[in-house]
């Protein structure tokens, strides 16, 4: 009669792709949950026009407050200065991997 260990590594030779969904579950499934689903309920509030109180529950939703943000000079300048921001690092990231590259040659 074998054993309960044994018939278990024989699964992952016998179904490989089984094992490794079975092992991405719970990864998966924390994604969802912390990561997924928040940004899910974030994208859905901030697209109501008004917040949501005992009279009016469910508000109509709009994109009024994008365009409002994207609209306002404000807004604006801090969107290119992190734009540039963002841009500068990635570039002094990229120098740095390519002359760490050069010096493991």
Do not use: C, E
């Not at 912390?34 to 974030?42: D, E, G, R, S």
């Not at 994109?63 to 000079?73: E, G, M, Q, R, T």
């Amino acid at each position: 009669m074998p054993d309960a260990a044994a018939s278990f590594g024989n699964l992952g030779r016998r179904r490989p792709a089984l094992v490794s969904a079975l092992l991405l579950l719970p990864v998966l499934t924390l994604l969802l949950v912390f990561f997924a689903a928040p940004l899910v309920q974030l994208i859905d509030l901030s697209t109501l026009s008004q917040q949501p109180s005992v009279q009016n529950p469910k508000p109509p939703h709009s994109l009024a407050n994008y365009l409002k943000i994207f609209s306002d000079p404000f807004y604006l300048q801090i969107a290119i200065g992190l734009l540039i921001i963002l841009a500068v690092y990635f570039d002094h990231l990229q120098g740095r991997s390519i002359n760490f590259l050069r010096r493991a040659a």
